[in-house]
């Protein structure tokens, strides 16, 4: 079952606010990853995140990497609405090979 | 770039039947591929883990026998849903792990979605 969670499980903002999503779990991640997955699509990788404390850019999307390794953030700038989707964030264990976990999701929709 | 395809897109099958679904890596070499279920406004559950010319490996619950994964080469894996039933429709999305790249990140095909009638 799911470790990681995430919230909001929605947001609903108006366009050129800015927004922040988090994931968080009780057990430690070695990697971070963040995706969007629009309707009927799969995942596109937006960000990825290696060291405790990163904070990687991505164009106006900002991540970083807890310094406990539990938990990570996501940030979007200036939100238009083509930012509209679902935000995952998903976490590699160290023991778990290469097997992301994901969170639940975050469904963001952008009012013109 | 690392681009994965998928095919078909949908499919609808009779109850019973087997839907043979493939997964590509188009423009790199895959030593890993992953195959996911999503149920509708839920998030992406792994079902499987495929190697290049290994047998693949199975999440606790998923049925081995019903779903059967080949991995042939670095640039293919197929998933068959054998005898299909309803409770099998769902959105199946494959992901990628590249040969020779950062670790841990996959990239997603675009998903089929089997509708079992």
């Known amino acids: 079952g799911q470790q990681l969670n995430q919230s909001p499980q929605s947001m609903f903002i108006q366009e050129g606010e800015d927004v922040s999503m988090n994931c968080t779990s009780s057990s430690i991640f070695n990697t971070w990853l963040w995706y969007k997955q629009d309707p009927g699509e799969g995942p596109v990788l937006l960000i990825a995140?290696?060291?405790?404390?990163e904070l990687t850019s991505n164009g106006r999307l900002t991540a970083q990497f807890g310094i406990t390794r539990k938990d990570s953030f996501l940030n979007i700038s200036a939100s238009i609405p083509s930012d509209v989707g679902i935000y995952f964030c998903?976490?590699?264990?160290?023991?778990?090979?290469?097997?992301?976990?994901f969170g639940e999701g975050t469904q963001l929709t952008v009012n013109p | 770039g690392a681009v994965v395809s998928q095919h078909p897109s949908w499919v609808i099958c009779k109850s019973g039947t087997s839907v043979k679904i493939e997964c590509r890596s188009l423009d790199f070499q895959a030593t890993t591929m992953f195959w996911y279920r999503q149920f509708p406004k839920q998030s992406l559950m792994l079902m499987a883990t495929?190697?290049?010319?290994?047998?693949?490996?199975?999440e606790q619950g998923v049925e081995k026998d019903k779903f059967l994964i080949n991995h042939a080469s670095l640039t293919l894996s197929t998933l068959t849903v054998t005898s299909a039933h309803p409770e099998d429709s769902s959105f199946y999305i494959c992901?990628?792990?590249?040969?020779?790249?950062?670790?841990?990140?996959?990239?997603f095909g675009p998903g089929t979605r089997l509708t079992v009638t």
């Open positions: 998903a976490g590699v264990k160290e023991t778990s090979g290469s097997r992301l976990t």
């Open positions: 495929s190697n290049e010319g290994s047998k693949a490996t199975y």
């Open positions: 995140l290696y060291k405790a404390g």
């Open positions: 992901s990628a792990r590249k040969l020779a790249g950062a670790p841990y990140e996959q990239y």
